[in-house]
């Protein structure tokens, strides 16, 4: 399986950090050694002084697609999730600069948190219009919905599957709204669609 990610896909996180809107969505891969093994802890790696958490709507494919329509795109998936993003923020500004690809910044290892719990998406009206949020120290930081999104989950795929084949399995981050900030060890993730908890995690 692969992880497949989408950047600046939420207008006031792109002014927040601020970056340029782009014309299209913007793709970057996580390897499979990126994901958090269930029941552990996130370790703030030694190579970073400012890792952000960026919570972010996950959607996870169940056939094979390659050059997906959108108007065909809800055939390829059933379940919504809930996840983070962790980046090193300063060493991907540093890449940045330097006109570099992120992947050190966004792709090390336990960089990627699958929440435990994922939602039927015929449990919701519509995907179009999902509530999540996110809790650090049982503090609000993060609070959107997906139809904020500057491309939405079916669009996503269709883009997506122009450049990757996508495969039973993989998992699309789907991009992470304003409210991003730093962590610290002993700090605590929790992750919410609606009301439900899909994830808490502790920071060392």
């Known amino acids: 399986m ?28 996580k390897p499979d ?15 970073s002084n400012n890792v952000h958490y960026e919570v972010e709507i996950l959607v996870k494919i169940k056939k094979v697609g390659k050059h997906i ?29 330097k006109g570099l690809p992120w992947e050190k910044a966004k792709s090390f290892d336990g960089s990627a948190l699958i929440g435990r719990k994922w939602i039927d998406k015929n449990d919701f009206k519509t995907v179009d219009n999902i509530g999540f949020s996110l809790q650090k120290n049982d503090k609000i930081v993060q609070s959107s919905n997906s139809s904020y999104m500057l491309w939405k989950i079916d669009a996503l795929i269709a883009y997506i599957s122009t450049y990757f084949t996508l495969k039973i399995g993989d998992i699309i981050f789907t991009g992470t709204p304003n409210g991003v900030g730093k962590l610290a060890p002993e700090d605590n993730l929790k992750g919410f669609i609606g009301k439900q908890e899909i994830f808490n995690i502790n920071i060392k």
């Open 33 to 47: 050694t990126a994901i958090i093994l269930k029941n552990q802890p996130f370790f703030v790696p030694d190579f």
């Open 2 to 29: 692969k992880i497949i990610c989408v950047g600046r896909n939420y207008t006031e996180h792109i002014t927040e950090l601020k970056n340029e809107k782009p014309e299209h969505p913007v793709l970057f891969c």
């Open 69 to 97: 329509q959108e108007k065909f795109a809800s055939k390829y998936y059933d379940e919504i999730g809930l996840g983070v993003d962790f980046t090193a923020r300063d060493l991907q500004q540093e890449l940045k600069e």
